[in-house]
């Protein structure tokens, strides 16, 4: 009938599948009783079949219903349910299962082409089948990836149980040979032809002629034995040579061959890197937490090592072309789907127990540690923002953004194992760090060759972008801009790695605060940090208003938000510097040198923020307390929409901020008086160094004196203005609804007054107190004040406490009393 005859081309296609996985061997022991150039043709032709079928499954998989000859039905979902037998009631016909056995028998035949390799002859007949089969698993794993997804979503046909074998110890290894693959001269190959197509036909491409790539070319006996390809067409571009010899057509041959080769192993790496996370969040659902971590350790270390094999195959064949003169491709595929992979795999591991010893499992991650920092510095020096195309721009930001992401996971697992790791290990890992840390300031500096998106994404009113880095602050869920995305990884990642006073004072840590600290001060990272902070911070001064007072819309909150979160990490990371200055004086000197602390005293967020702070004179009646219109560090209150409900406020997150900032010049003037006691009687010009650092944090203490001393006069102040308020007119309002005592204490107040109390403490300690007194003395005089009446107040408060949890355990007992049945 009609009908039947409708479905014809698809049954061929199954049928050439079926066909495929039969010729193919079951196991390594089974002989090829089929001729080698039959399989060859079988699998290309069986290629262009999954070609058809993968693009059916990424545009209608996950979309069609189980009504396959629907009319209303688009076509394509019409064939793709076909194809998925949802209306088969016998699941082994389904064609996921039929490409996951396929995806079996490939990788056993790839890798038996690889064990029947001579060390010093290539046939091009086994490059070519390799190449096929390459190719093959890149269409079987993208199929078996969305039927995964749709299975899972679904529940239907047990799921990821049809794959899960594929992750086994025995194929992980042969994985992992695979995706190693990769070599110099497939790699200068592939990016002379790029060039070279690009060219052609063009009088001003000079450089990219037949005769240049021969100078270049290696010799074909010295080529890698994993370097299978398949002879493509590349007639056009031989007819496009200027003297098409014999000699020369052969070798254009073997370098399309060649850039074949690495295209099929780039497309096949791609295509695993998405199988395998895939099926890794299936297995979390599914399986237990020691199977979980060993795939995903397993999973990390495929990506390492073919991260490993691209990056240094990557670095030669660019060391090969530049010397020509020639130009490398900017193709990032597949290196950012295993960076991405590789994150996935760290981040899901770490939040598992180990399932190894604490030692074991130390020595695996620095091993991982110094794997991926070898592969980072390579793929940093061969990715340039700004040099390619916007597409490329983004690729290149979310590739180091990754791997930095990585080095960041792997770091807070070292650290956790810190007892664990010996003298050698430790000199190890202390010299990735610095290298990293080095990486990471490269990664800022690139941001300011990050091109915009338009010229009306610069005129965007709510896009407060700087001029001169070209990152977006309004982005948010999955749009994220890549370059903040490496923006805040970058500076979060030197948090992590900046030397820290931990205490211990041995020499492993000493010396790696002085390599760190002659690191920041080679790469100018301070200044590169200040940047950043300023911009950051104008935006963030630009939107505290309106965030503050409740009226900004949902847009400029994300971008305040964004802002504030970069301003915060570099405060952040200052004060971890200052407190670190205490135990290595070259971090110190550093940041004296730099200036950062005046450019915190004038930052101009700080400056309009502090102004909200206080509380504003009211029309009130004389003699009053003036009128608190919200909490100190937090924002106004929002009547919420629902009828009947309170107001809700919540933290100001620049308050935050401000507090770091105090604690930063509490910690560096302890730093200060710590080196200066140390260095007093053995080198008198670091003292001299040292001395006019403390100025600038009494600078800071008289420029924002009002803002420091009004923390505590809000102690007092928003209790006098919640009586007022609440005795005027038997009117309630916000301030006056929490009224419970005669304490207005909260918890942002309670951090800033501890935050402001550190730095009166270190301001009246040791040799700083008579600098402080002869360069302040009012301020000195206000700050002893301040605090016998802060005593006063904490002694009252604690003191109501003590009565009050008399008071209640008083009416506990008595109601315990009174529950109890009459004696009588």
């Not at 495929?20 to 089929?34: G, H, Q, Y």
Request: glycine fraction near 6%.
């Amino acid at each position: 009938t009609e009908a039947s005859q409708n479905w014809k081309l698809l049954d061929l296609i199954v049928a050439s599948v079926n066909d495929t996985v039969e010729l193919l061997p079951k196991s390594a022991d089974e002989n090829e009783s089929v001729d080698e150039k039959t399989i060859s043709l079988r699998s290309f032709l069986t290629c262009g079949c999954l070609h058809v079928i993968s693009a059916l499954w990424k545009s209608c998989r996950l979309v069609c219903t189980q009504n396959a000859r629907s009319e209303s039905k688009h076509a394509c979902g019409v064939v793709t349910s076909h194809l998925a037998g949802d209306n088969d009631e016998r699941p082994t016909s389904l064609i996921a299962n039929t490409a996951a056995e396929l995806t079996r028998r490939t990788l056993l035949a790839t890798m038996s082409l690889k064990e029947n390799e001579h060390d010093n002859t290539i046939s091009y007949r086994v490059i070519n089948k390799k190449c096929i089969l390459v190719d093959m698993l890149s269409k079987t794993l993208d199929v078996i990836a969305i039927e995964a997804v749709t299975r899972m979503q679904t529940k239907t046909h047990g799921g990821i149980t049809f794959v899960e074998d594929l992750f086994e110890t025995g194929p992980m290894e042969c994985w992992s040979i695979l995706l190693a693959s990769n070599n110099a001269a497939g790699l200068a190959a592939s990016s002379w032809l790029f060039g070279f197509s690009a060219s052609a036909g063009k009088s001003n491409a000079l450089n990219w002629n037949v005769g240049s790539f021969l100078e270049s070319y290696p010799a074909e006996a010295n080529l890698a034995t994993s370097t299978w390809c398949l002879s493509g067409l590349c007639t056009i571009l031989v007819a496009a040579l200027t003297h098409p010899d014999s000699d020369t057509s052969r070798k254009f041959l073997e370098c399309d061959t060649l850039h074949s080769s690495i295209r099929a192993e780039n497309s096949f790496a791609a295509s695993w890197a998405h199988f395998s996370e895939v099926i890794a969040a299936g297995c979390i659902k599914s399986k237990g937490d020691k199977e979980v971590q060993s795939l995903m350790n397993s999973l990390a270390e495929c990506c390492l090592t073919s991260l490993s094999s691209v990056s240094e195959s990557k670095t030669i064949s660019d060391s090969i072309l530049s010397s020509q003169g020639l130009s490398e491709s900017p193709e990032t595929a597949p290196i950012e789907d295993l960076c991405a992979l590789l994150l996935y795999s760290l981040s899901t591991s770490s939040v598992f127990d180990n399932i190894e010893s604490d030692g074991d499992r130390c020595d695996v991650l620095l091993g991982m540690f110094g794997r991926l920092y070898e592969s980072t510095n390579r793929l940093f020096s061969m990715t340039q923002v700004g040099s390619a195309t916007l597409s490329n721009q983004v690729a290149v930001c979310s590739i180091r953004q990754r791997l930095l992401s990585s080095a960041l996971v792997i770091v807070a697992e070292l650290e956790k194992l810190s007892d664990k790791r010996n003298r050698e290990n430790s000199i190890k890992y202390n010299e990735i760090r610095v290298g990293l840390a080095n990486l990471a300031v490269n990664a800022l500096q690139s941001l300011q060759y990050v091109q915009g998106e338009s010229a009306e994404a610069e005129t965007c009113n709510d896009v407060f972008a700087p001029s001169k880095f070209r990152y977006d602050f309004a982005s948010k869920g999955e749009n994220v801009d890549s370059a903040f995305q490496l923006l805040r990884t970058s500076i979060s990642l030197l948090s992590h790695l900046s030397p820290t006073n931990n205490g211990h004072g041995n020499y492993e840590s000493h010396s790696y605060g002085v390599d760190f600290s002659s690191c920041f001060k080679q790469r100018n990272a301070l200044e590169q940090l200040q940047y950043h902070l300023s911009s950051a911070s104008s935006v963030t001064s630009l939107t505290y208003q309106a965030v503050n007072g409740g009226t900004a819309s949902q847009s400029v909150t994300m971008i305040h938000v964004n802002a504030v979160d970069i301003v915060k990490l570099i405060m952040t990371l200052l004060q971890t510097l200052a407190d670190s200055g205490s135990s290595t004086v070259n971090t110190l000197l550093l940041l004296g040198e730099s200036g950062c602390f005046r450019s915190l005293i004038g930052n101009q967020l700080l400056k309009t923020a502090s102004v909200t702070w206080g509380p504003k004179p009211g029309l009130v009646e004389e003699g009053t307390s003036p009128i608190v219109t919200c909490h100190r560090g937090y924002n106004a209150p929002i009547q919420a929409h629902v009828s009947g409900s309170r107001p809700t406020s919540q933290k100001d997150l620049v308050h935050d901020i401000w507090l770091v900032v105090v604690s930063t010049f509490a910690s560096l003037l302890r730093s200060i008086r710590q080196q200066t006691s140390t260095h007093g009687k053995v080198d008198e010009q670091i003292v001299n160094q040292l001395a006019p650092m403390s100025k600038i944090v009494f600078d800071f203490v008289c420029t924002y004196e009002k803002e420091l001393f009004s923390c505590f006069a809000a102690l007092f102040n928003e209790v006098h203005a919640q009586g007022n308020l609440s005795n005027k007119g038997g009117k309630t309002s916000f301030s006056s609804s929490i009224q419970s005592s005669s304490f207005a204490f909260t918890s942002n107040l309670l951090k800033e007054c501890e935050a402001v109390s550190f730095l009166f403490s270190e301001l009246c300690t040791g040799n700083t107190r008579a600098q402080f007194l002869g360069s302040c003395s009012s301020i000195y005089k206000k700050i002893l004040t301040a605090s016998v009446e802060l005593t006063k107040m904490t002694s009252s408060f604690l003191g109501s406490i003590g009565n009050a949890r008399e008071l209640f355990m008083a009416l506990s007992d008595a109601k315990t009393l009174l529950d109890q049945p009459s004696a009588m």
